[in-house]
Each structure stands twice: as C-alpha cells, then as structure tokens.
C-alpha cells in the first residue's frame, strides 16, 4: 500500500537557488493522488507557477478531471515569478531571458526530475504560460525545440520581437501548441502600452502554422485575467494528454 492516500492530492514545495539568476525560487509540485515513484509520470512546467495553484487553481482542476477519469495522472510542478524582474527574465528581449533559461533546463529540471518519477524525457515533459508566461515557453522551445514541443499558451504576449524570430524559424514541425485568446483582448494594458492581444494571438498563430507547427487554436468570450484562463484550464488539461497520446 502506498503511504499516499489514493484519493487525496499532495503538494509540496521547494526553495530552490538559480547560480544562473542569483537568487531563490520556489518551486510548488503537485502530486496526483495515489503517486507511485515506481511509475513515470507526464511533468508540466508552469511559469507564474504559485498563481496557477492559486488563480489559475490547476491542482483542484487536475485532481477534479482525474477523479472523473477525463486525463491520466501527471505532475505539475509551479515555478513561481520573480514579480519585480519578470519583463527581463519573460520578456521576449528581457535582459535575464537566457539566464532565466537556463536555470529552468540547468537547474529546475534536474532539481525536479531527479527528486520525482515525472518527465525524463521530451515526450512527457510539457511547458504552460499566461501571457509573457506564455511567450517565455515559446521561446524556450525555439531556443532548445527538443527539451518542450508540447506548450499551453493562454493569451501570450507574442510582441514583435517573438514574431520575428517564429518568422525566422524554418521547421516547427516538433512543436505542438494548444493556443487561446480572448476575444475581449484588443486593448490589454501593459508596461509597454494598451496591447491588442487577439491580432498578436492571431498573427503568431499564422506564423507557427506557416513554419509548420500543429497548432489547436481557440478564441473564446474572455478577458486578459486569471478567471477566463482558469475556466480554460480543463481544455488545456485534456488536450495536453490526447496530443500526448497521440505520440
């Protein structure tokens, strides 16, 4: 019998120093009910990782969608935001973008695979993000298209740096994307300025399936915050495991 109660989730967390950012961050891992190390679990990044606990409430959804038997067991480990840095270490041009990285490949992945029986390899392991959390898990595949081809893109921040370089890409044809936008995001407020989120959503989505990406592609009645991506989130959920499933 396994010390864990089969039908109660855990969660744990780790504090975690990047060498590469110089600095703590704080891990939350959410563990599926009845978790067997003997066996090899699905693994998904989460960028913003504490406010997808909290906002975004994956674990509940998770837990809700496996009692019902509507996905199979994974692990979903949050990686949280360092809130005063998080344009340079997300941005698409941010100064701290290849630190930020190479502590998720060099540091958080070795930390987390080593420590659970989850991910391992490319094709169980999976990269979620809302807006810049989004555009960050783009660029991390661009820059290592192996390590992360299946990605959850709620509302990404796709600015023209971002574009560019999908435009410069010759062959997405490893990536698999599951993008949503809101149709209410045409005036998004950002550091940079009132954002139209839908054309940008829209114009990368063009790009990636020009570059030959599989794209599932979803506009939906919704605002740039927590609780359309939140009411997403199931979709999102399913869909990562019939691609998965599907290779």
């Given at each position: 019998m396994s010390h864990h109660d089969p039908t109660r989730r855990t969660i744990e967390t780790h504090t975690l120093y990047s060498a590469h950012l110089h600095e703590d961050r704080t891990l939350k891992v959410y563990l599926p009910p009845g978790y067997d190390p003997a066996n090899r679990y699905p693994l998904l990044y989460c960028h913003d990782g504490l406010e997808f606990f909290t906002h975004g409430r994956i674990a509940t959804i998770a837990n809700r969608m496996l009692e019902a038997g509507e996905i199979q067991p994974l692990v979903i480990v949050g990686i949280a935001v360092n809130k005063a840095r998080r344009n340079d270490d997300y941005g698409p041009d941010g100064a701290r973008r290849e630190a930020y990285t190479r502590f998720v490949l060099e540091e958080c992945m070795p930390f987390i695979e080593d420590r659970y029986a989850a991910g391992g390899r490319p094709a169980m392991r999976f990269m979620a993000g809302v807006s810049l959390g989004a555009?960050?898990?783009?660029?991390?595949?661009l820059d290592h298209p192996v390590e992360f081809r299946r990605l959850l893109l709620f509302s990404?921040?796709?600015?023209?740096?971002?574009?560019?370089?999908?435009?410069?890409a010759e062959d997405l044809s490893g990536l698999e994307a599951f993008m949503v936008v809101g149709t209410e995001e045409t005036a998004v407020e950002t550091n940079a300025g009132a954002r139209d989120f839908l054309a940008l959503n829209r114009e990368m989505r063009?790009?990636?399936?020009?570059a030959g990406a599989n794209v599932t592609y979803q506009e939906d009645e919704g605002r740039h915050i927590w609780g359309f991506w939140q009411r997403k989130m199931p979709e999102a959920l399913a869909w990562l495991q019939a691609a998965r499933m599907g290779g």
């Open positions: 555009a960050i898990s783009l660029s991390i595949h990404g921040a796709f600015y023209r740096p971002l574009l560019e370089r999908v435009e410069a063009t790009r990636l399936e020009r």
